[in-house]
């Protein structure tokens, strides 16, 4: 198991330097034995961008008019790749993996107005099952350009896309064009975790998905403010650690996980909070 984790101070600076002596991770409650990953965040990253262009999208497209340079800005690797998915009343990928920059801006400078529809279960499922075409070490991520709801999915439900994601390895970045505040609220807990995913879901389907995955969920309210976030999730990205462990008791289904420091001056901002486990005797 592997979980990139966002660490900073009580003063909001990212935290540097940090050993794996400094992280406790409780599987299902257990305690692990960790290793910290050297040099993961040179690791190539495999990008999937996913935009709502359907439903209540019209305005937020004219607001993420510089992703192409924003994106330039934050894959520096020569091995690193986009791919790009829209969605209304279904999804497409317009773009496949590339590292081509004048593919991904064509490609999402022909984006246009969808219907009424927003089926964002089906668009992360397609996200999901599109990384069976990026190499398995790179770094895996979607950016989620979207509502907060899903309207009109028919090939996956939102019990199907929790499992989806919790058995990824993608972090999903979240960026919700609803108006309103920049994070929306803490980590998950509760005594059962996955019925507490569920609830979340239901209030805010992109939220509950950076929850999930070890991203992060904002808000963006014109196009500055989208870039601002952009730009923040980039440096974010850029300052993680990679934690691995392997499970102590790695019984099929739903695992809690939890990331603490031990020093109690410093924060874990974003991390994984679970994973499904396969069971593998299954054909």
């Not at 900073?8 to 290793?35: C, H, M």
């Not at 505040?181 to 992109?206: E, H, W, Y």
């Not at 601002?228 to 289904?253: C, F, M, W």
Request: glycine share 8%; net charge negative; aromatic share 8%.
């Amino acid at each position: 198991m592997s979980i990139p984790v966002l660490v900073e101070s009580t003063s909001g600076e990212t935290a540097l330097g940090l050993s794996a002596a400094d992280f406790s991770v409780r599987d299902n409650g257990i305690e692990q034995r960790i290793s910290l990953e050297k040099h993961a965040g040179a690791k190539p990253i495999a990008l999937v961008v996913v935009i709502q262009t359907g439903h209540d999208a019209t305005r937020a497209l004219e607001q993420v008019a510089r992703l192409p340079d924003l994106l330039g800005d934050l894959l520096h690797n020569p091995q690193d790749q986009i791919a790009i998915i829209t969605f209304d009343g279904g999804p497409q990928v317009i773009q496949g993996f590339t590292s081509d920059r004048e593919s991904v801006v064509t490609a999402l400078n022909s984006i246009s107005k969808g219907n009424s529809h927003a089926a964002l279960f089906d668009a992360i499922h397609m996200a999901i099952s599109y990384f069976q075409r990026a190499p398995v070490d790179d770094q895996r991520m979607i950016f989620l350009i979207s509502g907060e709801h899903d309207h009109g999915s028919v090939g996956s439900d939102m019990s199907g896309v929790i499992r989806d994601a919790s058995s990824s390895d993608a972090s999903v970045y979240s960026f919700s064009f609803r108006p309103g505040g920049g994070q929306l609220f803490g980590k998950l807990r509760s005594l059962n975790p996955l019925d507490m995913t569920t609830s979340a879901m239901r209030k805010n389907a992109s939220a509950a998905l950076a929850e999930l995955t070890g991203g992060e969920f904002f808000r963006f309210s014109g196009e500055r403010d989208f870039e601002d976030r952009v730009e923040k999730v980039a440096n974010h990205i850029q300052n993680r650690y990679t934690l691995s462990y392997e499970p102590t008791s790695p019984q099929p289904g739903f695992h809690t996980i939890q990331v603490a420091l031990r020093d109690p001056a410093m924060s874990v901002i974003s991390a994984r909070d679970g994973y499904w486990k396969s069971d593998e005797r299954t054909p």
